[in-house]
């Protein structure tokens, strides 16, 4: 049911759907009730069968209605019983899609004026009353209840034993205590008081109702009762309204707050630092991977993952931070007031670290990590609008620079699009420039020290842009299609490189090649592989093909064909930066994997952090009793590699060992490296006359 019918159904209003000669294609419950006829009874009955009137107006519409509708009509409705009592009426005529001409006729029952004739007029009254759902009481001048409906019995909770002869109240003993009083003191003849008041149940429970009180013209009177005072519970509809203000400010699936929330609180803190001398900081969030849990696991997964994120981000922020889901994986957090914009990053990195404790969702391991984006006010911007964008375009910036960090906005972020405009053009003639070469970080061995193999990455050394970092060039390589011919470059370049130095002696080496997901998505990727092993002569065994879990979970069952070709070709396939996207150890046993990468963003952890320390202990733990390798990334401490060694990690690339190298450079590495000399420190690599490129 929709928020609009949930709205007519529970109306206390009697609404009807007629066509233009007044029979009643549609009733709601209300207007059921009012005729003492069940909905399926209505439809089809006639004007003639439930309006009864001499009014010529309401004649009129008995008979038909016209396209200008009818106002405020008093009219005599027929009930199922037998009788007809008064009413008054407003019908308004619109086009409706399956029905043609038709009118909305809203019912209220003139309580004042009950039709009949002869002698029992008082019990078709009676009978009449007993059918609406507002409450009908009629009130002495002393305040004193003299005769009710039973829809007084059932809003308020009192029988007319109970009621009768007592105080009306409709206020719940609030301080207007006196208001029934004080309006039928001042009520003119024939005069009507509305107004809106909150009174008390039986049981005490407190309800809002509208109230309309009318003193009885001379010659309506009677010795006991001279005012008739109707009223209806408002609770359902206080409720609705209440649902649809929820609608307006919250997200349902995960109860935070939603953009406009954002937007209002934004504005009334906006006002309060100005006046204190303090910074807003608006966080832009986007959750690494999230497409993965529902290509994977489905919706309803993913939103329970969503509403795990939801619980894990109010739980890292103040309790007058705001936290709000823009939609799908973004959310939103409004840190209120801070001194410094520094502290943005404190919250920043809390959420992080809150984030990066694994949880289970249906029985699976789930590893989440996040990308935010961070701007203040007013240092960023003093617009909302623009606040937002620039966090943004932060978020995005922290995803090109790996996933599970965050960046504050720059103005010269701002220049963006003009820089990426400039590596667009001169991405396309970096292969024929010769632009482009290819560099060699090791992977160590963590317990002998020993080079077992290399990852090839990727450079870019423009004239004009200088030296370019891969996370600003790849992705406009992927998003313009270069990606495949300077992909298959490096392949080749990578597998030359390797055979050279297998010639040379190191024929105990590996080489591992990154996979992009476009790369891995051609249908000829196997055959374009073992062409370049067979035109290089690199045995197949030595080649590792590194892809991300993206890429791993798209299209799962294409995905796993492809491996299983490769894997018949005899390549290794290593999955890259796990943990920073949709993680989750159990699915590895579906996919051939021989090599899974630890992030450096957990290594950096190690071992301050206790979430990374956990997170990585399990990795390595889960994927050793799968049988997967596991390779530590970013290792630059000796702390680190000593936790790892502890935990049976077999191997381990970063600065602690050596920086991306050239060929040549690499070369002499291998043949000059020494090991150092004693415990804990053995297996740190000499490189210090190498320059430090970015890793």
Known sequence: MTEYEYLVENSPAALFLVDLTGTILEANNAGARLLGRSRAELVGLAGRQWLKTSDPRARALAGGINDAGSSDIEVALHHADGFDFSARLDARVFEHPDHGRVASVVCRLNATLPVASGDDTGDIAKIALSHIDEAAVLVGADGRIRALNTAYTRITGYNEAEAVGQSLELDGGSHESDLLTQVIDGLAPGKRWTGEVHNRRRDGQRYPAFVKITALAPGEETASAQFVVVFRDLSADKAYEARIEYLAHYDTLTGLANRTMIEKRAEMSRMAVERDGRHLALLFLDLDGFKAVNDSLGHATGDKLLCHVADRLRSAVGERDLVARQGGDEFVILLDSIAEPEDAAYVANRILNTLKVPLTLNDQTVFTTASIGISCYPDDSQDLTTLLRNADMAMYRAKRLGHGRYVFYRPEMDANAHWMLQLRNNLHRALELDELHV?????????????????????????????????????????????????????????????????????????????????????????????????????????????????????AGATLDTLHALQALGVAVALDDFGTGYSSLSYLRRFPITYLKVDKSFVDGIPAEKGDLTITRTIVAMARSLGIRVTAEGVETLAQRRWLKHWHCEEAQGYLYSMPLAADDLEWLLANHELLPVGDETGRLRHDSFPVLEE
């Not at 020290?449 to 992927?478: C, H, K, Y």
């Not at 990727?525 to 890429?551: C, N």
Request: charge should be negative; include cysteine.
């Open 439 to 555: 560099y060699y970080q090791p992977f160590v061995d963590v317990n002998s020290g020993e080079v077992t193999g290399i990852e090839a990455l990727l450079r870019w050394q423009n004239d004009e842009l200088g030296m370019v970092s891969p996370a600003d060039f790849i992705p406009i390589a992927e998003q313009t299609g270069l990606i495949l011919d300077i992909g298959h470059w490096v392949l080749r370049q990578a597998c030359q490189e390797l055979q050279r130095l297998h010639e040379r002696g190191y024929d105990h080496l590996r080489v591992a090649v990154n996979l992009s997901a476009r790369q891995f998505r051609q249908t000829d990727l196997v055959d374009q592989i073992a062409a370049v092993l067979e035109e290089t002569g690199l045995d197949s065994r030595h080649l590792e093909l590194e892809i991300t879990e993206t890429v791993l979970m798209e299209q």
